[in-house]
């Protein structure tokens, strides 16, 4: 019983260090931008997102989570598109591009020839019913089509943006995601979507500020 609550905790622990990194980065384009008086785009958002989704990704693997990991593998790529874009990339050791490029591969091509995973695991979880698979996994693609929706928006004018689309999208994908978090029971998912509410709400009155300013 204790291995099992250690374990559990184990798992936690990751999951809430994720959205600490996430809260992390919203605080810091939050503070930017309020000095900047518009949105802001900062370097380390990126960053700090890139490390967060790929802790909250292990986080839905060991929940045994498909719409946690959907959701991540989803923005993963983007977050790096991103960082590419803004330069910080490439700064990286060639080894560590490698390994993060491939990282979510890796644990489903790992997992599969283990035995580790079959699909009735994945969507078949007796903790999570079929409805709430298919609300979260709706949650967690609206949320990243935030950043499908900036990474068209930033290929197109060459550079890193994060335009008032995606904080509207955030902003419903967030409402969602808190619903799947409630239901769920899963006060990682909770947390996080608390904070990141009052930011997106933010972000939208200073894109639409900004706008009128100019």
């Known amino acids: 019983m204790s291995d099992w609550l250690s374990y559990k905790s184990f798992i936690y622990a990751i999951g809430f260090l994720a959205q ?7 605080l810091l384009q939050w503070i930017k931008s309020e000095k900047a ?19 909250l990704f292990v986080y839905g693997w060991l929940r045994d989570d498909f719409a ?11 977050y790096i598109r991103n960082m590419q874009l803004q330069g910080s990339w490439q700064k ?6 490698w390994f993060l490029s491939a990282f979510p591969l890796l644990v489903i091509v790992y997992s ?28 967690q693609v609206i ?39 409630i239901i769920r029971k899963d006060p990682v998912l909770f947390i996080g979507q608390i904070f990141g509410f009052i930011v997106y709400s933010r972000n939208i009155t200073l894109a639409f500020k900004s706008k009128k300013a100019s």
């Open 143 to 181: 949320f990243t089509c935030r950043f499908i929706y900036q990474w068209f928006y930033s290929e197109k004018r060459k550079v890193s943006m994060l335009p008032t689309g995606f904080w509207v999208l955030s902003l419903i994908g967030s409402l969602m995601i808190l619903s799947y978090a």
């Open 20 to 26: 600490i990194l996430f809260s992390a980065r919203l």
């Open 112 to 139: 599969f020839n283990n035995n580790a995973y079959d699909l009735d695991r994945l969507f078949k979880n007796e903790a999570i019913s079929t409805k709430l698979l298919v609300w979260g996994s709706l949650a």
């Open 37 to 55: 008086k518009r949105v802001l785009t900062p370097q380390l958002f990126w960053e700090l997102s890139l490390m967060a989704s790929f802790l």
């Open 92 to 97: 990286l050791p060639l080894l560590l591009r």
């Open 68 to 78: 946690i990991m959907l959701g991540q593998i989803l923005a993963y790529f983007i």
